[in-house]
């Protein structure tokens, strides 16, 4: 089980006036500098509030968007690196939500590293909270930069880990940054997310069920493998089952297939039945010629889809059969909605899902994956399960088994 410490184990008296970095994920959705959803700002309360508690002086590092990809020129730095500044990409919206939320203070810094951050981190006094400006706007952190990750906790004495989201990132403030401090442990937030998920895939309460839909099948490969040797069941929904109805031979028009990927669909559909995971698949399907709200759409069995016509959702004979797969479940997995549940007419399956999993008290039930969320979001039925990861990225990977490098750099218990 979690075997990496996390604050909880350090002794509180050992935290009073420490100088603790705290890597977050505040990579929040905004529009025109307005955060449209603050859960994951919401989700570190817990490790802030605790380090408040034992009277440390709490320096917080995120990264929000690309700003790689929008920067066209990134200036050299007294300190030597390149940095670039993007003001629809600043924390600072962040900082004042955060102190909304605290109810107090939160100061901010329009800089990561060098003489003005440390300057900002000597002042601090025990209790207090300091942002750090977003720190992909320097070049050396996406790039894991030695002098970079260095100067980032220069001073520091602890480094906490909250930020499971972005623990898949090899990156200088989520990785190599926590090599050069003594204490690296992980936050409440990590260690939750970490305890749903090792409960889930290591001993799993059985039946054990994984729901996978959302696009593509590509996405999710390394996921449908990892899980064929854990799960008792596995649903396909979404656009990726339309590749494996394929892969059966049946004619699926126009609905997303991706045919480089049919000869792989049917070596996970062969494994899982030697592995005896019981696979299902889509019986019916709701499909329309166009992604529109004002499309004609045509409900039909998986085995007469139109030729001129995609499958955009589940039909109710499928979401019936995922739910008397689902009653008896021990351990719920889900990644990925069950149709394109953006547009209203293509709900349904998502929605009925969502529903079964409020019917079944018994499992344990975890939703991951930013669309998934997203849909449970919009739908109003957050309720239904039990822990809703704010990973995306790193929730299919720690769901593939592999090793989140955000994870194992922490110090062991
Ligand atoms: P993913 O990020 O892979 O979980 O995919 C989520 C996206 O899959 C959402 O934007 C959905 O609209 C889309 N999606 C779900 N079902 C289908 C479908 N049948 N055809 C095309 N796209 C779909």
Redesign the pocket.
Known sequence: MFNKKSIRDLNPESIKGKKVFVRVDYNVPMENGVIINDKRIQETLPTIKYLQDCGAKIILCSHLGRPQKKCKEFKKTSLGFYRCYIESLSLAPVARRLAHLLKEEVKFVDDTVGPKVENAIDTLKDGEVLLLENVRFYKEETECNEKFAKALVKNIDIYVNDAFATSHRKHASTYLAAKFVDIAVAGHLLEKEIKYLEKALKKPARPMVLII????VS?KLEVLENILNIADKILIG??MAYTFLKALGYNVGK??VEEELIDTAKKILKEAEEKNVKVYLPVDSLNASEFSNSAQTKLTTYKEIPDNM????IGPATAELFKVALLDAGTILW???M????LDKFRQGTLKIAQTLAQIPQALKIVG????VAALELLNMENAVDHISTGGGAFLEFLAGKELPGISVLNDK
């Open positions: 839909g959302g696009a593509k996405g979404g656009g609905s997303l995609m499958g955009l959702d990644n990925g909605p149709g394109v549940f953006e994956g930013g669309d998934s």
